[in-house]
């Protein structure tokens, strides 16, 4: 049995910390939100996750040092905005070597760092690795079938996350590509933005699996430039991440594209969804990358006209469509 705390007591933060508990760990839950605790505390499930219970053994504490401190595991389950903050509040109680995973998606503005980098910089004596991919914290709660990846700078701490973790319902894979993972993570948020965009203007499957299918090529473009590898953008944390997150309801990221499709703001849309929409931070971000990596990315760049250029979403689809003509893939050979 080993000793995890949950940092961040969100959807997805509550729905591994049940997984956890039921493969024998000792679960602790933090939160900054003192309304979030006594929530749980006093019902022990979240409003977000209704019907998944939390075991009535489960600690609940809005004190850093009682949650990091002795601890096999910290699982950061905050939102990338709050990232930054929340490491630098736990920073003088992590013990070196203690092992992070973040679980959070998402780009830093200004600083153009992923999640890991910000945790690291903020924790620079902490073991920092990542896990991600196609995972609602609907389902996982519901202990429905989820695989995902582990990326870690060791194997060893990668295999160790993922011993932590796996079970029936829950497979787990290893990767080395800390960065392509969470690139992957972090812009298909941006692309589940402009598929529910799509969905709003009341487009078909034809356009949603356009987007997805030429979403992954621009992913991969950056994130390759970055210094990501190619298969991680065409496994679990790249293609299949793009593929839940632009097709499925629980996702945030595209229940708020529809809304802005039919007409509303990103504000107006982000306060109706009532949950971090991660891809409204990492749209600003993914297109500084594209400007420092010389990329092109007509999609991302077409949602962050919407969002903060005031464009129609029905004239950033004409433009999309209206581009000049090009080969789909440039480096095939004629006969």
Request: no cysteine; glycine share 8%.
């Given at each position: 049995m080993a000793e995890i705390s949950i940092i961040g007591g969100g959807s997805?933060?509550?729905?591994?910390?049940?997984?956890?508990?039921?493969?024998?760990?000792k679960i602790t839950v933090?939160?900054?939100?003192?309304?979030?605790?006594?929530?749980?505390?006093?019902?022990?499930?979240?409003?977000?996750?209704?019907?998944?219970?939390l075991p009535e053994d489960t600690v609940f504490t809005m004190d850093e040092r009682e949650a990091a401190q002795g601890k096999d595991l910290l699982v950061m389950a905050v939102a990338s905005s709050y990232t930054r903050k929340t490491a630098g509040r736990f920073a003088p109680y992590v013990a070196?070597?203690?092992?992070?995973?973040?679980?959070?998606?998402?780009?830093?503005?200004?600083?153009?760092?992923?999640?890991?980098?910000?945790?690291?910089?903020?924790?620079?004596?902490?073991?920092?690795?990542?896990?991600?991919?196609?995972?609602?914290?609907?389902?996982?709660?519901?202990g429905l079938p989820?695989?995902?990846?582990?990326?870690?700078?060791?194997?060893?701490?990668?295999?160790?996350?993922?011993?932590?973790f796996m079970n029936e319902v829950f497979r787990v894979y290893v990767s080395p590509d800390i960065l392509g993972m969470e690139l992957g993570g972090a812009l298909k948020n941006v692309v589940a933005l402009a598929a529910g965009i799509a969905d709003g203007l009341g487009y078909g499957d034809n356009t949603k699996?356009?987007?997805?299918?030429?979403?992954?090529?621009?992913?991969?473009?950056?994130?390759?430039?970055?210094?990501?590898?190619?298969?991680t953008f065409c496994g679990l944390t790249g293609i299949g991440d793009l593929i839940v997150t632009c097709a499925s309801m629980h996702s945030r990221n595209r229940r708020a594209g529809i809304l802005i499709g039919q007409g509303k703001t990103y504000e107006?849309?982000?306060?109706?969804?009532?949950?971090?929409?991660?891809?409204?931070?990492?749209?600003?971000?993914?297109?500084e990358l594209a400007r420092k990596y010389q990329v092109q990315l007509p999609i991302i760049e077409q949602v962050n006209e919407v969002l903060f250029a005031g464009k129609s979403a029905d004239q950033a689809v004409k433009e999309l469509m209206l581009r000049d003509k090009k080969l789909e893939v440039s480096d095939l050979p004629w006969r």
């Open positions: 997805w933060g509550i729905a591994l910390a049940v997984l956890l508990r039921k493969n024998g760990h933090w939160s900054a939100l003192e309304a979030e605790i006594q929530m749980l505390e006093e019902e022990h499930e979240h409003r977000m996750l209704p019907g998944v219970k070196d070597a203690q092992k992070i995973v973040n679980v959070a998606k998402g780009i830093e503005t200004g600083t153009l760092m992923t999640l890991s980098e910000i945790i690291a910089q903020e924790i620079p004596q902490a073991d920092v690795a990542v896990m991600s991919g196609p995972s609602h914290a609907e389902e996982v709660g519901r989820t695989t995902i990846v582990v990326g870690a700078a060791s194997k060893s701490t990668a295999e160790f996350i993922q011993n932590l699996a356009a987007l997805i299918t030429r979403g992954i090529t621009e992913i991969a473009r950056l994130g390759t430039a970055m210094g990501g590898k190619f298969e107006e849309a982000m306060s109706q969804v009532q949950m971090v929409v991660e891809g409204v931070h990492s749209a600003k971000a993914a297109m």
